[in-house]
């Protein structure tokens, strides 16, 4: 981040982890309101130079997770710290680490300007970030509009923007495309790649998937509170061939790959079939004497993966 802002960076907080450690880890985080478990023994880590995206149906426990990273929520159980310490434990906080939580609130008649002074006054950070930040997130031309008048998208690149004042390390997003059009989150995406390249580590939720898949270079993905699979969007949708299939006989076709003891599900008129090949499908189907109307591989996207790591939840 410290290139990305021509060397107008603030001054450095006193964190002591050892150089190449995560720069955020959870450790058997659990939180439970009254009857209700939230998040179950869920563990992870975020590495700096790094996108990780945070992934999880609706109610999976994303944002009581980043709250209790964020020390805005108390664990029931466990612990997580970011750049080695508690939040709460870190010298200067706003230059260590950086938050948009998923709903932002803005005083309606104080302009976008006088917004970020007001944080950068609290932070004890120096005035002149203020411009810095605004020109980072293409918010200058309406810094002096008042904030109650900004669209969902500007409000989002406000938040951003107090996000940045401290120059910080880490990134902790919630749902931050919320609000922007193409144009805004294909600026997103970049902008965040670029900061990780810097070194800087970016946590971040959202529900576009495919947007997801070509910002993110690891996944945590999680369902009802607890820790589904940890790894790179290549690990999570590689090494897993599938093929779409079909037939004029689409019951024949269904008992012929069951019976080879192939891994199928519907798929409109055919099958998606996991773990084989197009040419072994095709080679089953030949065999009993099923005509193929359709056959061709297909590549796992994230979406697939998500879905098929969270099937069956209780929503």
């Not at 931050?176 to 193409?182: E, F, I, K, R, T």
């Amino acid at each position: 981040m410290r290139t990305i802002t021509d060397g107008m960076s603030a001054p450095a907080a006193d964190h002591t982890e050892p150089i190449g450690s995560p720069a955020v880890v959870a450790r058997g985080l659990t939180k439970r309101f009254g009857s209700v478990e939230a998040v179950r023994d869920l563990s992870f880590e975020v590495r700096p130079g790094q996108v990780t995206g945070f992934l999880g149906p609706n109610g999976a426990g994303k944002s009581t997770t980043m709250r209790m990273v964020l020390g805005l929520v108390r664990p029931t159980e466990g612990s997580a710290s970011v750049l080695g310490l508690p939040y709460a434990s870190l010298d200067r906080p706003a230059t260590a680490v950086g938050a948009v939580l998923e709903v932002q609130s803005f005083h309606p008649l104080r302009s976008g300007r006088n917004h970020l002074r007001v944080l950068a006054a609290t932070s004890g950070l120096p005035d002149e970030r203020v411009d810095d930040v605004l020109d980072l997130v293409d918010l200058a031309a309406a810094a002096d509009r008042k904030a109650g008048g900004y669209s969902l998208g500007m409000r989002q690149r406000l938040g951003l923007a107090g996000a940045l004042l401290g120059d910080p390390r880490v990134l902790i997003l919630d749902e931050p495309a919320n609000g922007l059009d193409p144009q805004g989150i294909r600026w997103l995406r970049e902008f965040l790649r670029g900061f990780a390249v810097q070194g800087n580590a970016v946590f971040v939720s959202s529900h576009l998937l495919s947007e997801m898949a070509q910002m993110a270079d690891e996944v945590v993905v999680i369902d009802r509170g607890r820790l589904v699979r940890q790894g790179s969007i290549v690990g999570l949708t590689g090494g897993r061939p599938s093929v779409r299939v079909a037939s004029p006989d689409h019951e024949a076709l269904g008992r012929a790959l069951t019976a080879a003891g192939l891994q199928l599900q519907p798929d409109d008129d055919g099958y998606l079939v996991t773990g084989s090949d197009a040419h072994r499908v095709g080679e089953i189907a030949l065999s009993a004497g099923v005509s193929i109307s359709e056959l061709a591989s297909k590549e796992t996207s994230l979406e697939d993966a998500f879905l098929e790591l969270t099937e069956g939840a209780e929503r």
